[in-house]
């Protein structure tokens, strides 16, 4: 059974930089697919940051491609996201899933504050 | 980029009553739209990929249909757990946008 599970910190000061990890379990990421990162601010709708696959070509959402970097590492299984100047708008659950695509298995998500 | 609208926004129904969701999408996205499911705290489930697929282990209750820029899906007798939103994707263009959902709650 393929598991995703998203970590790092809760809360991000205005004009930092949002760091999350994703570490995969029950696939390697090495044999294929994309990997991305999907995001829901409070009470609406999904947003798509990113995608990596699993060579490391990386796909960016054109609204925030010049803020996101993707990254992945194949000797952990896990990929990474980092969110740079962020602001209150940034404040969302952030997802990883596979991206085969459609967006097959998601991890449970993690909610990120971003407040002073 | 590809817009997806869904309508409605809020669908109220009972239990064992047919549910039709409907997905438009701004220009043709061939058959290449998935569907998500998404119940309170918890992450989207897939549902039906390329527009009629069902996903593992989805019961056949749920539909898909439709391609080019209508789509719809159709859950044939609503069980108290289908209660939730439902999201549309499309995978034709990147980046892959998701519809703003529809609501189905309890009448």
């Known amino acids: 059974q393929v598991q995703l599970q998203e970590s790092g910190p809760g809360l991000v000061k205005p004009s930092e930089t949002l760091s999350l990890t994703c570490a995969v379990s029950?696939?390697?990421?090495?044999?294929?697919?994309?990997w991305g990162w999907i995001r829901q601010p409070p009470g609406k709708g999904l947003e798509w940051i990113g995608s990596i696959y699993h060579s490391g070509s990386t796909y960016y959402n054109p609204s925030l491609k010049s803020r996101v970097t993707i990254s992945v590492d194949t000797s952990k299984n896990q990929f990474s996201l980092k969110l740079s100047s962020v602001t209150a708008a940034d404040t969302a659950v952030y997802y990883c899933?596979?991206?085969?695509?459609?967006?097959?298995?998601w991890g449970q998500g993690t909610l990120v504050t971003v407040s002073s | 980029e590809i817009v997806l609208t869904q309508s409605p926004a809020t669908l109220s129904l009972s239990p064992g009553e047919r549910a039709t969701l409907s997905c438009r999408a701004s220009?043709?996205?061939?058959?290449?739209l998935a569907w998500y499911q998404q119940k309170p705290g918890q992450a989207p489930r897939l549902l039906i990929y390329?527009?009629?697929n069902r996903a593992t282990g989805i019961p056949a209750r749920f539909s898909g249909s439709g391609s080019g820029t209508d789509f719809t899906l159709t859950i044939s007798s609503l069980e108290p757990e289908d209660f939730a939103v439902y999201y549309c994707?499309?995978?034709?263009?990147?980046?892959?946008?998701f519809g703003p959902g529809t609501k189905v709650d309890i009448k």
């Open positions: 899933a596979r991206h085969v695509p459609p967006f097959d298995y």
């Open positions: 029950g696939y390697s990421i090495s044999s294929g697919y994309y």
């Open positions: 390329d527009a009629s």
């Open positions: 994707q499309q995978r034709s263009n990147w980046p892959p946008t």
């Open positions: 220009q043709s996205v061939s058959s290449y």
